[in-house]
């Protein structure tokens, strides 16, 4: 069934005014994508953010002096990007849709579509996958939603509404998937939300991400869970460590650690899409993975 675009559009514009508003482990996922995108500047002069929403990271990028073209289908996203940028110089914004960028191949040396603008593209993820690809010049981060922490939320959900385990559940379990008018159940998951609904969805493995990457002619540098600790850890503790920045600091050091020494393949954090994946367009030079 195809995606309705225009209603996913008019979901995210009711959500712009919250966007930045980071709740529990969602500011140790941005904070890791941070340190993530920092190991990947070298030799990068031109950035493409997809789904840059309200300009998080797309509006300091290019106060560092990259040119950076920021893409996201919501005009509302765009216009709080646009009123937060300022003067901010090298910042083209883009009204436009990660399944069909406007943009020539490897148009970019560095392409971002974190949080977002793939997962929340339904059965036309893929597509967003394969064009954030195929504008690549040199490095891509993407970061997704991770099936095994969406498994486990949706079982909560489930649980808590009506005590027993909704078909929503299975579909994310076997497929990964989610949309709202699958079964009748599924009003359940998204009542008191934004507009009482929940977009579209495809959530991955990292195997899966990694597949399509490869298929894409992409190399992997890393594909895997984005801040595991953060999730397991407990929210109170997360909320305790965020308060004293010498704590916090050693805390997301000990994330990095966790990710890539004790549970590489995640789930990543419970908020904010949690299965991360950088990749390169390989050959003689390619940067190395950390
Ligand atoms: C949760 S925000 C993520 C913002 C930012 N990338 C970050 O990581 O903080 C997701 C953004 O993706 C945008 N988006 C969702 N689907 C999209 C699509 N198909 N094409 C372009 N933008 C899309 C939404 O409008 C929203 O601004």
Redesign the pocket.
Known sequence: MPVD?RR?RAW?DAKAPN?EVDFLDEAVN?AL?WREIARRLGGVASIL?????TG??SIPLARRGYAVTH????PA?LDSARAKAGDAGGLRFVQ????ALPFPDRAFDLVLN????VS??GEMAEQ?IREACRVTGRMLILSVSHRASLIAGWVEQSAKVCGRLLPAVYAMFDRGAWRQDQFPDNLHFSKGGTQDYLGVHKAFLPGELRALLEGAGMRVLRCGGLGTLANLCGMDAVEALRADADAYTAFLDLCERYDLEILPDGPGTWRRAGLIAVATLGGAGAPQNH
């Open positions: 675009f996913e995210w966007e941005r994508r953010e997809v789904g840059g929403a998080a990271f893409v996201d289908f919501s996203m436009a849709n990660a399944v974190m949080d977002g603008a929340f593209c967003a």
